[in-house]
């Protein structure tokens, strides 16, 4: 089915506000949650309506917290989101980082104890769209899903890396993805009848590589989905250096931040998130800048592609998904709409009306 983005973020906002979000927090989970799916990153878009409302419901995750600055240094700030949900966190946490580097030319947040903080690139974009570069490590902690390389045990989160840097007079670079080889929201969508995973991307604890999303789920008969059930791992990509980013990005967001690793032990959900922010104009002349990445953005693009193949920037595929999907509406497959139609109906939501 297809629906259009603004009937989609009404949608999502109303069943937020009748799950016992304020207005404003409501429409932005929606906001975010459909910005997600108009990049094209379907995993981290409204897919995951019916987990947050779980959550929201279980506790796990708390309506309208107000994120509290721990510390706050002239470039620094710990920010705690004290499990409130990430599409306040986020870009607040930003927000936060932005002003502190226009500031003093550079700056770090932490942020910690945040709910699920969605799509990284959404905070490289948030910065680059106020001028700035910035780097984003992320974990999750309480979320054991990835094996290292040369094994085959869980030891890190999906541990997103993101980082943002604006050209002036055009759009920014964005390089945002899992450490993962695939993000576990990219598991569940295969396992709902969405894209098919590419080969090998699993691994089973025998060691046999797979792309069945039962190896992360189990048996995949219910429409219920818990990574607790599968016997085996996602892998971290590109081998051995993937590996130690996804170790970085543990270090960085769930140490340094206080936000806690993926694990060992149960441990309450949550996404830790460790940001640089730089003013470019900190670092000198901005005709200087401006024409170095132009010429060299240009030098890039130009490089020859493979037979049948395409240059692109980081930032780019996304950009055309969200042009197409703005304009004909955002596709989900019907599994995914029959759980948001569920998801909506003890709030006497009927989702239907929202996609005239
Ligand atoms: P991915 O593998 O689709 O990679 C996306 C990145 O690669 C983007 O920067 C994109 O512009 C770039 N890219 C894609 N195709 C390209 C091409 N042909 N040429 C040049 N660049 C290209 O991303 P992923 O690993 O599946 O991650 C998906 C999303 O999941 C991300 O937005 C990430 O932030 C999010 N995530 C969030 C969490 C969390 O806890 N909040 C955890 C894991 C992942």
């Known amino acids: 089915m297809q629906i259009s983005a603004s009937g989609l973020t009404a949608y999502v906002r109303d069943i937020f506000s009748h799950a016992g979000c304020s207005e ?39 309506a309208d917290k107000t994120p509290e600055v721990v510390t706050d240094g002239p470039a620094f700030a710990l920010v705690d989101a004290h499990y409130g949900f990430g599409q306040t966190a986020g870009p607040f946490a930003t927000e936060l980082g932005i002003r502190k580097a226009r500031e003093n030319g550079v700056a770090i947040v932490a942020l910690r104890h945040a709910g699920h903080l969605g799509r990284i690139g959404e905070w490289a974009e948030q910065a680059a769209a106020a001028g700035l570069v910035s780097v984003h490590f992320v974990n999750v902690a309480g979320s054991l899903l990835v094996a290292p390389f040369g094994s085959v045990d869980r030891r890190f989160s999906t541990a997103p890396f993101a980082a943002g840097f604006p050209v002036q007079g055009a759009e920014p670079v964005i390089l945002d993805f899992a450490t993962s080889a695939v993000a576990e929201g990219k598991v569940l969508v295969a396992s709902q009848g969405g ?48 590996s130690g980013l996804a170790l970085l990005c543990e270090l960085l967001a769930g140490v340094l931040t206080g936000s806690g690793t993926a694990g060992p032990g149960p441990r309450r959900f949550c996404n830790g998130m460790l940001s640089l922010y730089m003013t470019p104009e900190a670092f000198g002349s901005q005709d200087a800048m401006v024409q170095e990445t132009r ?5 890039f693009k130009g490089a020859r592609p493979v037979p049948g193949g395409e240059v692109l920037l980081p930032g780019e595929p996304e950009r055309r998904t969200r042009a197409r999907r703005l304009a004909d509406g955002v596709p989900l497959p019907d599994p995914v ?18 996609r005239t």
């Open 24 to 62: 404003a927090e409501a429409e932005r989970i929606g906001r975010y949650l459909v910005a997600a799916n108009l990049t094209g990153h379907d995993s981290h878009g409204v897919i995951r309506v019916p987990r947050y409302v779980s959550w929201l419901q279980e506790g796990e995750v708390e």
């Open 195 to 242: 894209k098919a995973l590419p080969e090998g991307v699993l691994i089973e604890p025998d060691g046999r590589l797979s792309s069945d999303p039962a190896t992360l789920y189990g048996p995949l008969d219910g429409p219920e989905r818990d990574n607790l059930k599968g016997a085996g791992a996602i892998r971290a990509f590109g081998e051995h250096k993937g």
């Open 295 to 299: 010429a060299y953005l240009d030098f």
């Open 337 to 354: 709409w029959e759980t948001l139609l569920a998801a909506g109906r003890p709030f006497g939501l009927d989702g239907e009306a929202y």
